[in-house]
């Protein structure tokens, strides 16, 4: 019984070590699901460093059309923040916004929300 109990101790603890490796999107502006006035600027921020010249982020409407944006910058202080310009208004309507970030470790990953314009 008692190695039953540490064999689980240590496979949870290892399944855990494993979850928190990678980086995560944990607040953006706009928020998924939001309505809002056109945005002048995207604003993501994330639970670990960020290499920008690997990093992208784009937004598209429900006709797949790119909405125009300004080259990505990142916060100097912590890495974690990442802020895009929108450089023309977004009309009314849906959008998706797509991310692609490398970490400092060197991981990729990637995400994908919706948000509305009113």
Known sequence: M???????AVLSL????????HAR????NPMKGATVASPKALTLSFSE?????????SVAGADKKPAALGAMSLDAKTKRVVTVP???KLAPGAYTLDWKMTTDDGHTMTGSY?????
Request: glycine share 8%; charged share 20%.
């Open 86 to 88: 929108v450089t023309a």
């Open 2 to 8: 008692r190695k039953t109990l540490i064999a689980a």
């Open 25 to 28: 999107l944990i607040k953006s």
């Open 49 to 57: 460093g960020i290499v920008a010249d690997k990093s992208s982020v």
């Open 114 to 118: 919706g948000f509305k314009v009113k």
């Open 14 to 21: 290892l399944a855990a070590g494993e979850a928190s490796a």
